[in-house]
């Protein structure tokens, strides 16, 4: 395994406020490093914050306390417009429930990410067209996501992630709509991609996905538990 | 370039959103058709009711042509009469026409105030358009050319719209654009118009083709006077005011007894227009005031519910790293799609229903300038909605994303 630094979150921590006086502790003096090609499991029960680490550590979200640094640099000092280029540069993100965009076709929502890009329609199709190769769905390329089964969206979703070949992808609960037997083709997926070079982030309680991790940080209550490789 | 790619995919994926896209087409589409009909309306009243209606016009009887400076000597008596009868005159403006030859005569206007002239104004046009540029000019329909060579052949050819004819006296010539033809019906002037041929031409053209035959602006004839009365051609107050100033030409041509100083003219002014007239008009423009308010709350509504709709994905795209400007263009695209879709479709269906109703003249089509305004008006109700969608997606977190349903 390479020992490049992607992701480095010292002491992390995240208040919500609810309501006027009540603070919520979603998230509590984290700290974690996290290595190029790596599958990092964020496992705990509901509510423990593994969705609220997931939303700092992408930059969808500010940390109340604590530094993330990105190949060493600090993004919670980054303003929005930043983190928008830092986003769309280095992150891909993969949902529980898919969030394709219902009228875009499995082709269209692949390619949608680098709509706003310079990079020239033809190559952008070309680019497309071997990520939905690569993710078994070439015969699925013009069905829109309410024809596809649960487990081909979420193929898409994940082939959406890597078409810009991202760092680092995020994938919260990705399992967690699908059977068992689809839950673990979306893993082993998500392996190979990882064993491509990008770090995969996964945040479950879903304990049977274990076995695909390199690294386990347990989470409960907003705290880190223990970290296991 | 990724800009434009955004803008262009969200146009083409508008109509992927069946629904949504039907509905509001159908929103759009009652509106503008709202707002062009009113505004053909305006249009009309304009051009064939109203403006005539703000002005007195003078004639020379049939059987006495005025010359250029028996016309000067009544319209200075009539300007005078700001004075010496205290009534407001607020524009005037001669016609006039000048035999360049036996064969050729040309009409003056002024392009700059094409409705001054009851004769031949815009709505009298049968083909073309009316002259907008100093070297285009009219000529009535059906006229033509003749040429006789030495052997006693003749050619007859027609003057067709978009033919240049050049006239030419020694080392200068003049260079004029047939642009239309108008209904020779209109004017009330006999003139044998298959052996002459008649020119419309702008009054500063006018005077430089007199000047290319060396001749002299004071041999003119004079075949109208028009001057206008100020104030809101909607309103009656400007109907007492010209008829109060027709009362005092009609006073003072019958002291100007010599002929042959002031010429012989008949003055007459449009009747007033009834009290229903008036309160039609009135109504026509209420009902565009609320057709462009009821637009603007509904264009603003459409925004609201596209940025509720879509709320969902614009967060998805956020997340995948759409900057705001590019989400904003989704949305546009959008708006913009829709409104001028719907657009097409209103306009569409008020050409019907006046073709229907008009019996397919061109008269009842709308005219350019209405469909223009229209158009424009169509953009400014579709704005106060752009602006609302471009502050509701600042506020949309792209973290909603991972809100699950
Ligand atoms: N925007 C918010 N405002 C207030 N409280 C929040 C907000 N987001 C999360 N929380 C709270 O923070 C805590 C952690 O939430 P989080 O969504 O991170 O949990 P989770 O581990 O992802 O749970 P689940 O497995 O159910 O998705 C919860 O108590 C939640 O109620
Ligand atoms: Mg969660």
Redesign the interface.
């Given at each position: 395994m390479s020992l490049e630094v992607i992701l480095e979150a010292e002491n992390l921590a995240k208040m919500y406020k609810r309501g006027r006086s009540e603070v919520v502790r979603a998230l509590e003096g984290v700290n974690v490093k996290m290595y190029a090609a790596e599958l990092i499991l964020l496992y705990g029960p509901s509510g423990s914050g593994k969705?609220t680490m997931?939303?700092l550590l992408s930059g969808?979200?500010n940390p109340t306390e604590g530094t993330i640094k990105f190949m060493g640099e600090d993004i919670s000092e980054f303003s929005e417009?930043k983190l928008?280029?830092?986003?769309?540069?280095n992150?891909g993100?993969v949902?529980?429930?898919w969030?394709l965009?219902p009228?875009?076709n499995a082709y269209?929502n692949v390619e949608?990410?680098m709509?706003?890009?310079?990079m020239p329609?033809n190559e952008l199709r070309t680019e497309a067209i071997s990520t939905l190769r690569e993710l078994d769905l070439l015969d699925r390329e013009h069905h829109f996501p309410g024809e596809l089964s649960g487990g081909e969206q979420q193929r898409v979703a994940i082939a959406?992630a890597i078409m810009k070949k991202p760092k680092i992808i995020f994938a919260?609960?990705p399992t967690?709509n699908l059977d068992k037997t689809t839950g673990n083709l979306i893993m082993r997926v998500l392996k190979r991609v990882c064993r491509q070079g990008t770090t995969v982030i996964v945040a479950t309680h879903n304990e049977e996905l274990k076995d695909y991790a390199d690294k386990i940080i347990y989470l409960d209550d907003g705290k880190m538990i223990s970290q296991s490789q | 370039m990724g800009l434009l790619r955004v803008l262009g995919k969200s146009i083409r994926f508008t109509f992927r959103s069946k629904l949504r896209f039907i509905v509001f087409i159908i929103i759009f589409a009652i509106i503008s058709s709202f707002v062009a009909f009113f505004i053909n309306d305006i249009d009309d009243l304009q051009t064939n009711r109203f403006i005539d209606q703000k002005a007195v016009e003078m004639e020379e009887i049939s059987e006495f042509s005025v010359n250029y400076t028996q016309a000067m000597s009544t319209e200075n008596d009539i300007l005078n009469l700001e004075q010496t009868k205290n009534i407001d005159i607020e524009d005037h403006t001669k016609y006039l026409y000048y035999d360049l030859d036996t064969s050729v005569r040309m009409y003056s206007i002024d392009i700059a105030k094409p409705w001054m002239s009851s004769k031949i104004k815009p709505s009298h046009m049968e083909t073309g358009n009316f002259p907008s540029e100093a070297n285009e000019i009219m000529i009535p329909t059906g006229s033509f050319q003749i040429w006789n060579s030495s052997n006693n052949v003749t050619i007859k050819s027609d003057i067709v719209v978009g033919q240049t004819l050049i006239f030419e006296n020694g080392e200068e010539s003049i260079e004029l654009l047939v642009v239309g033809t108008f209904n020779t019906n209109e004017i009330a002037i006999p003139l044998n118009i298959n052996s002459e041929l008649w020119m419309v031409v702008d009054i500063t053209t006018f005077e430089e083709m007199v000047d290319l035959y060396d001749g002299d602006i004071e041999n003119a004839y004079v075949y109208s006077m028009t001057f206008t009365v100020p104030g809101d051609v909607l309103s009656r107050e400007t109907y007492f005011a010209v008829g109060e100033l027709n009362d005092l030409i009609e006073e003072l041509l019958v002291n100007q007894a010599d002929i042959s100083i002031y010429g012989n003219w008949r003055s007459h002014y449009a009747p007033l227009p009834t009290q229903e007239a008036i309160d039609e008009a009135d109504l026509i423009i209420l009902s565009i005031q609320y057709a462009i308010l009821g637009g603007v709350l509904l264009s603003t509504m459409f925004a609201y519910l596209i940025s509720r709709f879509r709320r969902n994905e614009i967060s998805i795209l956020k997340a995948m790293g759409y900057a705001n400007r590019y989400v904003r263009a989704t949305l546009i695209g959008e708006i913009l799609t829709t409104s001028f879709v719907g657009f097409i479709i209103g306009l569409g269906t008020v050409q019907a229903r006046l073709s229907y109703v008009g019996d397919f003249r061109q008269s009842s089509l709308l005219s350019s300038q209405s469909i223009l305004v229209s158009f424009g008006l169509i953009v400014v109700i579709s704005i106060p909605g752009m602006i609302f969608v471009s502050q509701k997606i600042l506020r949309i977190s792209p973290s909603e994303a991972f809100r699950t349903k």
């Open positions: 969705s997931l939303n969808l979200d417009k928008t280029t830092f986003r769309r540069e992150v993100f949902f529980q429930d969030k965009i009228n875009l269209e949608a990410p709509y706003p890009s310079n329609s959406r919260d609960e967690g | -």
